[in-house]
Structure formats: structure tokens, C-alpha cells
């Protein structure tokens, strides 16, 4: 990682700052006050010291500082664990802040973009990325402050009471800094290593665990486990260049630290044997001088030490702001990426009603990078119509359904209801569908729960009526509404998963259903059911299905076929089914049949 990049990405995190500002100056403050109680401390144990050493007081006359240094170690330590308990709520704050930054920028780009990668590296940047610049804000931002003031508060007292042991302070103080920087720019490449590994491994995983039974029939297993093994050595490797970068740090620091607090002590040494005669303003230099610089000078560099410790910390939160900033700032095109004018909620529900007709006129659909991935496409849903599409894989089909649902990003006009769908508000329009995918998730939930999602305030006539025209109610009459459904669908075959999520939409009741392949999963006898079901709810609203099964398509009003991006036909199936590509789809289909 370059400069540049990392003083942009450091830039970023501080502005993360706003929303915790207050707790920020509140954490400075208790720092600032213990610093004061630090040196009040100080005092009273070298005054205690001095006194009974050199005075040779008796205890009782002292009591008073006894007392005082008591309070002082109380008061430092309550102050600790409210910083403590601050810069917690403060990590934990921004975490909050940045996660629901990435939750925003996923549900505004969509599945089109989110399936570009694995899940497991969608998991790594919301969860270990996004944790890792916890101790940033928690402890390294408060003790960048932490860090000047307290040397500032001791210095101020020091050099009053010897000039000389201030200087030592103050000469050697700048080594430390310095080596942070050097140490901070190799550990941020190696942080930044680390993640981008770290990521890899949990994406490769996840898909391998979730292929399990793929792999074990191809017998790559091995070959697999193999692979697995050389990426977790890779991430073993770079977790020990970051640890070996830590321990560097902080070994050269406790070098520098040493070295000052042993030249100064040299220096009092000397002093009181009468070797060096400077520092002390003309005057003698008692024990009490001596024994509170010496006692100062372990405090004076310890906040800079944290720093060191802490230093780290900033490192691994560049390393991991890196693929955090990369995705929340990285300009992915939407279906609202070029529209300024918005119709507004209430524009929206007097003019986007049933009936919905949809009109494309010269459509290109783009990607979330730009592309176009289909050509000019002309055609019309009307309003009440169950319209078909059909075409080989490729084609363009589902790019059709993800542009409809506002995911994708188009050129040309897209109008619902003479509206151009790109000026909608998004979440208002997806109130108006029912969606069905090729691979429904049901939630790991109760029967009736997943069904409520279709609509909260189905009642159980309607959700009846719903089982029944999806053909689901054959096997939830068996096993019941309040079956728990467990995650990935476990319990349920494929096709009843399908015909429950079928019925999940026909629940929701929206002006447009869209179907991505709703009968893929099921047997010709509920295939057909289903479709009947199917083409009696389109007499209320527009429906759009994409299916490969083209030869149960007698029912639907109009068929589009797809080629290569391109719709080359329009029709009902009788004028399609004798001529063109429809008809080599169709004895294709046949011929896959028999």
C-alpha cells in the first residue's frame, strides 16, 4: 500500500470521528485530570521519601500525605476503568456506524453486484474488518491525545526543578515517534496483507463447505483440502510477519525508554556525588528533586509506549478501512445512479397502480461496472397479462428481472404506468411485486413465519387459499404450519421449498409477479398445477416468468425469446411454436424429453 493510500484511508478513519466526538473529548479529559492526579501522586510519595530519609520525620506528621497518596491511586484507577468503559462505547459506537454504512451499500447495489463475490468475504469485511477498527477508536485516537498531554504536564513541573533532567526528557521523547512511523508503514502493508488473505480463505471455505457433497462425488476432496491447507499457510505466514512487526515495535521501544530513564538516573548519580554540578538553578539538589524526576520519568514515556502498543492497532485498522472504503466508495451503477428527480411516495402510489403496464423502448441494461450486457430490447407487459421468457442460459433473461426489480443500472426507457422506473422510489415499487427465484430462501423459521413474510396480515383463509394454488397444501397438511424449517431448507425437498416460496408470493398479492423458473424443481403433474394457478392469478395482475420448460406455454398471452442479449421473437406460442428459434428451443426440448 503507498502513501498516499494510507494517509487517505487514515483521513477516513478520523472523519469516522463525528458521531463520537463528544465521547472522544470526554476520554481526553479523564486522561488530562489523571495526569494532574499523576503528578500530585508523585509529589506526595517524593515528599514521603524525602522526609523520612533525609528529615527523618516521624510517620505521624505525615499522615496527611499517606492519605494523599491513598486517594490519588483511587482516583487514578476509577478515572482508568471510566476511560475504559468510554473507549469502549466508543469502538463499539463507529463499529455500529460503519456496518450499517456497508448494510446500506449492499441493499443499494443488490445481488448483481453482491454475487460478484463470496459470501465468506462479504462476511469478513462485516465482521473481523469491521471489528479490527474497534482498538483504533477505542484506544489508539485517545491516546494520540493521551500522549502529548501527559509529557506536556510532567514537563511543566520537571524543568521548574532541574532543567538538566527536563532536556533528557525532552531530547530523547522524539526517538520513540519516530520509530512508530518506521515500524507503522511496514505493519500497515502487512495488516493489509493479512486481510486480503484472511478474506480469500473465508470465501474459499465457505463455497468448499457448501459444495461438500459436489466435491465428494468428483472425489476432489483432497485436491480441495489441499488448496485449503497451502491458504491457511499463507495467512499463518503474514499473521506472524504482523506479530513479529508488534514485538519488533515494542522491543525497541522498551530499548529507548531504558536508555532514558537509565541516562537520567546517571545523571542524578553523578549529581549527588558531586561529579556534575548543572541543572539545579544554583541551588542544592535534594532527594525529594531527585526522587520525583525519577519517579516522573517511567510516566513521562509510558504514553508514548501505549502509543507504540497502540500503534499497531492504527495499522490494522488501515489494513482493514482498505476493502471497507474500497466497496462503500467504489461507484457501482444502480437504476437510480443518474437520476436526480425523484417521483415522490405519494406521486408514486396515485400513479403506479394497478393495472401495470411496462413499456421497454430501446433498453440496454448495464452492469454494476458499466457493461452492457444486453442489446436494445422493445417490448410490452400489458396490464393483466402473463408474459413468458424464455431463451438458452446467457441470454439475458434474468438481467430483464433484476433491471424490473431496480438493481440494475439501464439506458434507454424502462416506464411503469408511463413512469421511467429509474425515477421511483425504489422501496415503494418493490411493494408493488412478488418475486419468486430459482433458489427461494426460506428462513430458518416456522412454516407460517415464512409465509407471513409474503404478507404479515394473511389470515389463515388466505393462506390456505395460497397452499392450495401453489399445490403445497398436499404436504403441509402432514407436517403442519408450525413445522420449524432449519437452515438451507433441511427437511424439505427441493421442490416443496419451491412451492412454498410460490405461495409466499401469491400471499403478498402484488400488482407485478415476477417468476425466475418457479417450476424447476417440481414434477410434471405439480409443474402443470402450479402453471394453471399461475395463469389464473395474471387475470389480476402482470406477471413476468422465466422458464426453460417453453413446451407448457400454450396459456401465456405473449412469449419473448431471448438470444445473445437480444429478444428475436414476439407472440403467442402458436405463431412461435412453427417457426424461427422458438421452434428450435422447442424441439430441443422435445427431443431432451425423450
Known amino acids: 500500500m503507498d502513501k498516499i493510500r494510507q494517509k487517505y484511508l487514515q483521513k477516513w478513519l478520523n472523519n469516522q470521528q463525528k458521531s463520537i466526538k463528544k465521547q472522544l473529548n470526554l476520554n481526553i479529559i479523564f486522561a488530562s485530570i489523571s495526569s494532574i492526579i ?6 506526595c510519595l517524593a515528599t514521603l521519601l524525602h522526609n523520612l530519609i533525609i528529615e527523618g520525620k516521624p510517620r505521624e506528621q505525615l499522615i496527611i500525605y499517606f492519605i494523599g497518596l491513598i486517594l ?3 482516583l487514578r484507577a476509577i478515572i482508568l476503568y471510566i476511560r475504559e468503559k468510554i473507549g469502549f462505547k466508543c469502538g463499539q459506537k463507529l463499529r455500529n456506524i460503519i456496518r450499517q454504512q456497508i448494510f446500506d451499500k449492499i441493499h443499494l447495489v443488490g445481488p448483481a453486484t453482491i454475487n460478484n463475490k463470496p459470501a465468506g468475504s462479504w462476511a469478513t469485511i462485516m465482521l473481523e474488518q469491521v471489528e479490527n477498527l474497534h482498538n483504533f477508536y477505542a484506544r489508539y485516537i ?3 491525545s493521551l500522549s502529548a498531554i501527559t509529557p506536556i504536564v510532567i514537563l511543566i513541573v520537571i524543568f521548574p526543578l532541574n532543567w538538566a533532567a527536563g532536556l533528557i526528557l525532552l531530547l530523547t521523547a522524539p526517538l520513540i515517534p519516530l520509530f512508530m512511523i518506521l515500524v507503522g508503514m511496514a505493519a500497515a502493508d502487512s495488516n493489509q496483507k493479512n486481510m486480503n488473505i484472511l478474506a480469500r480463505l473465508s470465501g474459499q471455505f465457505l463455497d468448499r463447505l457448501k459444495g461438500l457433497e459436489t466435491l465428494r462425488l468428483f472425489n476432489k476432496t483432497e485436491e480441495q483440502t489441499i488448496h485449503i491447507e497451502e491458504t491457511t499457510e499463507d495467512y499463518r505466514e503474514t499473521t506472524m510477519d504482523v506479530l513479529k512487526m508488534a514485538f519488533l515495535s515494542s522491543a525497541v521501544l522498551e530499548f529507548f525508554t531504558s536508555i532514558s530513564i537509565a ?9 549527588y556525588l558531586g561529579e556534575l554540578n548543572f ?9 525529594f528533586v531527585g526522587f520525583f524526576c525519577l519517579i516522573l520519568a517511567p510516566e513521562f514515556y509510558q504514553p508514548l509506549r501505549d502509543l507504540g502498543t497502540y500503534y499497531h492497532d492504527r495499522a490494522a485498522g488501515i489494513g482493514a478501512a482498505d476493502a471497507i472504503v474500497d466497496f462503500l466508495e467504489t461507484d457501482y451503477l444502480t437504476s437510480q445512479s443518474q437520476q436526480n428527480d425523484q417521483v415522490t411516495q405519494s406521486e408514486m402510489e396515485n400513479s403506479v397502480v394497478p393495472p401495470i403496464e411496462i413499456i421497454a423502448q430501446d433498453l440496454v441494461i448495464l452492469s454494476p461496472q458499466g457493461k452492457a450486457l444486453t442489446k436494445p430490447l422493445n417490448f410490452r407487459l400489458s396490464a393483466k397479462t402473463h408474459t413468458a421468457l424464455v431463451g438458452q442460459s446467457g441470454a439475458g433473461k434474468t438481467s430483464i428481472i433484476n433491471t424490473l426489480l431496480g438493481f440494475l443500472a439501464y439506458k434507454g426507457s424502462l416506464t411503469i404506468n408511463n413512469i421511467e422506473l429509474n425515477t421511483l422510489n425504489l422501496a415503494q415499487w418493490r411493494k408493488q411485486i412478488a418475486w419468486v427465484g430459482q433458489n427461494p430462501l426460506l428462513l430458518e423459521a416456522t412454516v407460517r413465519e415464512n409465509l407471513l413474510l409474503g404478507d404479515i396480515q394473511a389470515t389463515e383463509q388466505e393462506i390456505t387459499t395460497a397452499l392450495e394454488q401453489s399445490q403445497a397444501s398436499e404436504f403441509i397438511n402432514k407436517i403442519g404450519l408450525e413445522t420449524k424449517i432449519k437452515e438451507g431448507n433441511i427437511g424439505l425437498s427441493v421442490g416443496q421449498a419451491q412451492r412454498l416460496a410460490v405461495a409466499r408470493a401469491l400471499l403478498r398479492q402484488g400488482n407485478l409477479l415476477l417468476l425466475d423458473e418457479p417450476t424447476a424443481s417440481l414434477d410434471a ?3 402443470n398445477l402450479v402453471l394453471a394457478a399461475l395463469q389464473q392469478i395474471s387475470q389480476s395482475q402482470t ?3 422465466i422458464t426453460h420448460r417453453i413446451e407448457d406455454l400454450k396459456q401465456c398471452d405473449n412469449i419473448l425469446v431471448m438470444r445473445e442479449g437480444e429478444i428475436i421473437q414476439q407472440g403467442h406460442f402458436d405463431q412461435l411454436k412453427n417457426e424461427g428459434f422458438f421452434a428450435e428451443l422447442l424441439a430441443q426440448r422435445q427431443q431432451d424429453i425423450n
Do not use: D, R
Open 38 to 43: 499523576l503528578v500530585i501522586q508523585t509529589y
Open 72 to 74: 490519588c491511586f483511587t
Open 142 to 144: 485517545p491516546q494520540q
Open 263 to 271: 541516562l537520567m538516573a546517571v545523571y542524578f548519580g553523578f549529581s
Open 279 to 287: 541543572g539545579t538553578y544554583n541551588t542544592s539538589l535534594t532527594l
Open 525 to 527: 403433474q405439480s409443474e
Open 543 to 545: 406477471t413476468l416468468m
